[in-house]
């Protein structure tokens, strides 16, 4: 392929992934305020539209046509860098995550993941780690102490997770021996998934992720009761909306992540022994991919409307005290595992 | 032009602008975002190197853990007093300028008077692939090994270390 077409290519990709993305967060939005309707027994959303179905529509232009306040005391620049650098980070993670194996369409070879870097899983990693940036710089450019209580909250949980995330990640690359996306699907081909496999480092990872995308029992960052709205206090109009948009964009990424790694990505076990089309296969493989993770996206919204905040102490305790050793031994027991079977 | 050489051009205007304002801002917050662009700038100039894990590990441990570090320390001390500690003791500016003079020396040094390093192989300077994570993986754990385990023992160490001083006292 020359450079052109590999440039078309790729921009189509990303067109995709990026109107994908954008779809599923405003409905994301729309589900997590039925569900939390269905938990608490009333109706939810149902005047725009059938059921409410173009209430997410309505939301956006409210938030558009709000007044944009910038406080006194705020350092303007940074104050409007922290939702870019939210949303960066948010939307640039998807460049790494396979929804499908291969596929040709007019002849060309296309995978289906917009960059096939060989160490993705690292460059994920990294993203994750510019993260905190938004919420301190959220929390101390509004010049508001609320604000910053909220920021460096959310900055000392999502450091002490990230540990147990990393030593999580390092059981998954031990079996897969690759940083490559693509092959640690690929890995996991029949029921080898890793959730099968290494069940403690799975908990780990779900756990870590729930932490790390300040999501309850973990959003303690925004904790309303203690710190009126935590590091987005002073945000308004649509530099709000892109801290919301921000949190549910990191609830897809960390879903399709948690597919990716530990449930098996794309694949269906023994799909090819049923003796269907190439192309029915691969419908359904990519089929499998988005119910996985909106399985996993349900499971985000129930546990917020089911289980309440940890205390500030409770949550470092768990982080350093349980997912930490947990963490450790199931590296240790995936290398017994690897040591026995090779 | 290629495309490698105008990215070079793109990105080292980036780590040098940045590395300009950074110490001539007077906010040490302004000062720790642009140290992060630098950082930013490095990593894509190891990119095009060819060194892919040293460019991600330069953001993963400078750009995102240890300037979160500068940050906290930044915004919680308030160094407003840095300021009139200096303007207290005029003294020390001299020391300073001192110092930088040295350093600054040692790089025109290195840069005009010394011999490139010749302790690298030349297969393995050659080879495309010495940047990737399986090069330096395996380099790491044989012919490296000692002064790997050496670094992390010491890390280990400095942990302990940090453990003990933060320790409440009990009696």
């Known amino acids: 392929m020359s450079l052109i077409e590999i440039l078309i290519i790729t921009l189509i ?15 994301l939005v729309y589900f997590e305020r039925k569900i939390s309707a269905w938990a608490q027994n009333r109706l939810g959303p149902n005047r725009v539209g059938w059921e409410g179905i173009l209430q997410p529509f309505a939301d956006v232009f409210k938030l558009l046509l709000k007044e944009d306040i910038v406080p006194n005391k705020a350092n303007k620049v940074i104050h409007s860098l ?19 194996p291969n596929v040709q369409i007019f002849g060309y ?13 690292l460059y994920v990693l990294a993203l994750t780690s510019l993260g905190v940036y ?7 450019s509004s010049g508001s102490k609320y604000s910053l209580l909220g920021g460096i909250r959310s900055s000392a949980q999502m450091i002490s997770y990230e540990i147990s995330m990393g030593f999580s990640i390092a059981g998954v690359l031990l079996l897969s021996e690759s940083l490559r996306p693509i092959a640690i699907v690929e890995s996991q081909a029949g029921w080898m998934w890793n959730a ?5 480092g799975f908990i780990t ?13 973990f959003d303690l960052p925004e904790a309303e009761p203690e710190l009126v709205g935590g590091f987005h206090t002073e945000y308004s109009s649509m530099k709000f909306a892109g801290f919301f948009l921000a949190e549910y964009a990191n609830m897809i990424i960390a879903s399709a992540l948690i597919t990716t790694l530990y449930l098996g990505g794309w694949q269906i076990p023994y799909i090819e022994k049923l003796g269907l089309a190439d192309w029915l296969v691969t419908v359904f493989q990519v089929g499998s991919f988005f119910i996985k993770v909106g399985m996993l996206l349900f499971f985000f919204i129930w546990i917020r409307w089911s289980i309440p905040r940890f205390r500030y102490d409770q949550l470092m305790n768990i982080g350093w005290k349980v997912m930490f050793p947990l963490s450790l031994i199931n590296l240790v027991w995936v290398a017994v595992l690897i040591m026995i079977f090779n | 032009m290629s495309l490698e050489i105008l990215l070079f051009i793109v990105f080292s205007l980036i780590s040098v602008i940045s590395a300009i304002l950074m110490i001539t801002r007077s906010n040490a917050v302004i000062s720790a975002l642009y140290l992060i662009l630098n950082f930013a700038g490095l990593a894509g100039l190891y990119l095009l190197l060819n060194a892919q894990f040293i460019a991600v590990t330069q953001v993963i441990v400078y750009a995102g853990a240890i300037m979160v570090l500068f940050l906290f320390v930044i915004m919680l001390l308030k160094p407003e007093h840095e300021k009139k500690f200096l303007e207290a003791k005029p003294k020390l500016k001299i020391f300073a300028v001192a110092i930088a003079a040295i350093i600054f020396l040692q790089l025109i040094y290195l840069l005009f008077f010394s011999k490139p390093s010749e302790s690298l192989s030349p297969e393995m300077t050659k080879s495309i692939d010495s940047g990737t994570i ?22 280990l160490a400095a942990t302990v270390g940090a453990l003990i001083l933060a320790k409440k006292k009990i009696e």
């Open chain 1, 205 to 217: 990872f779900f756990v870590s992720a729930f932490a790390e995308t300040n999501r309850l029992p």
């Open chain 1, 82 to 100: 922290a939702p870019m650098v939210a949303l960066f980070v948010a939307f640039t993670t998807y460049a790494v995550i396979p929804i499908g």
């Open chain 1, 109 to 121: 070879d296309i995978s289906l993941v917009v960059a096939d870097i060989n160490i993705g899983i």
């Open chain 1, 134 to 140: 938004a919420i301190t710089f959220a929390g101390w």
């Open chain 1, 196 to 200: 099968v496999v290494q069940p403690i």
């Open chain 2, 134 to 155: 399986e090069a330096i993986g395996k380099q790491l754990y044989t012919n490296y090994l000692l002064p790997f385990e050496a670094a992390g023992f010491l890390l």
């Open chain 1, 13 to 27: 990709k990303i067109l995709i992934i990026l109107t994908l993305t954008l779809l599923t967060v405003s409905y």
